[in-house]
């Protein structure tokens, strides 16, 4: 999917939502735990119910690997469902690789022509070498992380060089520009971050941005757009526990579903007060 497939997901669905399928074993509802695949059967009800509000849906990886191989069937059963039933859905390998050339070559054969993934995220702190086997696959995209919600962002994300001035990941997002595109390239800033997303568009005004930490991690939508929409948006803005875990109970998918819908009927109004029509 490039960039103005993408853009015009987001004008059709009024929508800018990625839901983050976390799945967890021991929080997924009790009744699913006898049945075969009970991850995949919940990430189908998930995706069903979301898929009206969301352009994207992004699978962690640590969730699937943590089961074994299992997971890993798990995990390319639900890509193969929204690729089937989906094709729209931009989807994400959250797996925040990144190393030596011959290995990342590896990993980018592995989501892009095994799993069929739109778009995997990548640590920069190998350099491009590390990064940019994922680049060449046409209409792929790499999501480089820039500026993270977590606490230990700070143990060196803003480390200042002496020399310029620049925060680490003010020079990440410099550097990083030479490697790729906007149309083959995003960046990861946590929406507990909102206040920076301004200088980071100062630096990427062109390039999406992933932001994750709406809704349970606290961050907030409003000020996610304020500061980070351009004039494409520019935005895929994920909420994992906030909508997969909304209801344990067997009502889970439609308690999803309503969680998802909530937040898409924010975007749609962010979106015509940015201007950006139908």
């Known amino acids: 999917m490039n960039q103005d497939q993408l853009f015009e997901q987001i004008k059709k669905k009024r929508s800018f ?16 735990s006898g049945k075969a695949d009970p991850v995949f059967i919940f990430n189908k009800e998930i995706i069903d119910a979301t898929a009206p509000y969301t352009v994207a849906c992004k699978p962690n990886l640590a969730f699937y690997e943590s089961n074994g191989w299992e997971g890993w069937q798990s995990l390319e059963k639900t890509v193969n469902y929204v690729r089937t039933a989906y094709p729209d859905i931009f989807l994400i390998a959250d797996a925040k690789r990144g190393d030596i050339g011959n290995t990342s070559q590896l990993y980018a054969r592995a989501f892009f022509e095994k799993l069929g993934f739109d778009a995997v995220t990548t640590a920069p702190y190998m350099g491009e070498d ?61 929406a ?36 980070g929409m351009n004039r494409r948006c520019g935005l895929l803005v994920n909420s994992s526990r906030g909508i997969i875990y909304a209801s344990s109970g067997k009502d889970f998918a439609s308690h999803a579903g309503s969680a998802a819908r909530q937040i898409r009927d924010e975007m749609d109004q962010l979106l015509d007060d940015h201007g950006i029509g139908k």
């Open 17 to 32: 939502l990625c839901v983050g399928l976390d799945t967890d074993m021991k929080k997924i509802p009790g009744h699913l």
């Open 130 to 190: 590390s990064v940019k086997p994922f680049l060449t696959y046409p209409d792929k995209w790499i999501i480089l992380l820039a500026l993270t919600s977590n606490r230990g962002a700070a143990d060196f994300q803003f480390i200042r060089d002496e020399k310029d001035g620049e925060l680490l990941f003010e020079k990440v997002l410099r550097i990083s520009q030479d490697w790729g595109t906007p149309e083959n390239m995003m960046y990861v800033v946590g």
């Open 192 to 227: 507990t971050q909102a206040e920076k997303l301004k200088e980071v568009r100062q630096i990427v005004p062109d390039h999406f941005l992933l932001v994750p930490g709406v809704g349970a991690q606290g961050g907030s939508l409003k000020e996610v757009a304020r500061y």
